[in-house]
């Protein structure tokens, strides 16, 4: 079933279908298809940065998996909980194929259960979520375009040129008209309203362009996500008080998204200033993964060989290694960085030191054996 989307504003009318794909009685939703896209590219350009902020790949994967399933599951969880659609059974309540994800479950979810993944996987958490701030509004800006196909998430109306008009959004505010009057909002079923999954959309690109802004511009662990609170947390307010369909607070009339937006905004505003008023004037190291480990394993092999370094005055030596390098440098230095201390091998480089200091050592004994020859025949002839 096909839908006509108007936008009289602008002269065009496009038909659109809710169903990407039908295979017998099954049918893929384009929901469900920019939800997973907006996943898979918000996930490469995570992969893409995680060794520019010290993250080992195979256990962000872990971190990533668990995160993701469970953001999902806390999304659905809190759009249910604020619906006032009664659900009928269990299947209604978990079934997605219709729409019915709540952003901030999803970033409220991931945030928790990703801290303990981090712990559990032995990450770093601030970076890690750092690096997932980006491709949340990478999904996000993804994602909403779901709620075009679906014709929801709409605002109310507008004379702006690019109001949009269809029998779902008619049929919807129609529905609606006397509970939204009952709110103070005053809906007109036959005239164009606002995209507000398209205002979402874009703000979200924005916000992506302002964090990668700061990639290498950051003076400490969790900027960028304390950044994407307040730029979200920002635009979701004054965007969620478009809306006709948000999910209100069963007391006092209060926009669950607003409340959640404000608070998000003034604590992650607050923290960021504070921050980055102590910090501004450092430079963030980054520590490459697996350096505390590569440091801890040289310290042991040495230890056998300590006195023998000593005594060649070896002891101070370090390998030709980085094991941090400024949030500044470039991807390709942190590559080269990383891949050189992957690379590495610390027996390698341990016997490379014993045999030199053996080798020093039999030439001092050779030098010393010479310069007692030397001495024996100058005695001899004096």
């Not at 219709?98 to 993944?117: P, Q, S």
């Not at 341990?350 to 025949?377: C, D, I, K, T």
Request: glycine share 8%; with cysteine; aromatic share 12%.
């Amino acid at each position: 079933m096909t839908t006509l989307v108007q936008f009289p504003g602008l002269g065009l009318e496009l038909e659109i279908s809710r169903a990407a794909l039908t295979i017998g009685d099954f049918t893929v939703y384009w929901y469900g298809v920019l939800i997973a896209a907006g996943l898979i590219l918000g996930s490469a350009l995570a992969f893409r940065y995680t060794v520019d902020f010290g993250l080992d790949e195979d256990r962000f994967t872990g971190v990533l998996v668990v995160g993701t399933i469970l953001s999902i599951i806390c999304a659905r969880a809190y759009y249910v909980a604020f619906s006032p659609v009664p659900y009928e059974s269990l299947w209604d309540m978990i079934n997605i194929r219709e729409g019915g994800l709540a952003i901030y479950g999803g970033v409220l979810g991931a945030l928790v259960f990703g801290a303990l993944a981090c712990k559990w996987f032995r990450q770093p958490f601030l970076p890690t979520l750092d690096v997932v701030s980006m491709g949340f509004l990478v999904g996000q800006a993804i994602g909403r375009w779901g709620n075009f196909f679906n014709q929801e998430a709409f605002g109310t109306n507008t004379t702006l040129p690019w109001g949009m008009y269809s029998e779902k959004t008619s049929l919807y505010l129609m529905q609606q008209q006397a509970t939204l009057a009952e709110q103070g909002v005053f809906v007109d079923p036959l005239a164009p309203v606002h995209p507000t999954f398209l205002y979402e959309s874009l703000w979200c690109l924005v916000g992506l362009g302002i964090l990668l802004f700061s990639v290498k511009r950051r003076r400490f662990n969790g900027q960028l996500a304390l950044e994407y609170a307040v730029w979200y947390g920002a635009g979701r307010f004054w965007i969620e008080g478009l809306r006709t369909d948000s999910l209100m607070l069963p007391f006092g009339g209060i926009r669950v998204s607003q409340l959640v937006a404000a608070v998000s905004v003034l604590a992650a505003g607050i923290a960021l200033v504070v921050l980055w008023n102590r910090n501004k004037k450092n430079q963030l190291m980054v520590e490459l993964s697996g350096a505390e480990q590569v440091r801890n394993k040289l310290s042991e092999a040495l230890k056998p060989h300590q006195e023998l370094l000593e005594r060649c005055e070896l002891n101070t030596m370090e390998p030709q290694l980085a094991y941090e390098l400024p949030a500044s440098a470039s991807h390709k230095e942190f590559v080269e960085a990383q891949k050189a201390l992957t690379d590495f091998s610390v027996s390698d480089w341990v016997n490379q030191q014993v045999e030199l200091a053996h080798e020093m050592e039999e030439s001092v004994r050779q030098e010393n054996e010479r310069f007692s020859q030397l001495s024996q025949q100058e005695g001899q002839e004096s």
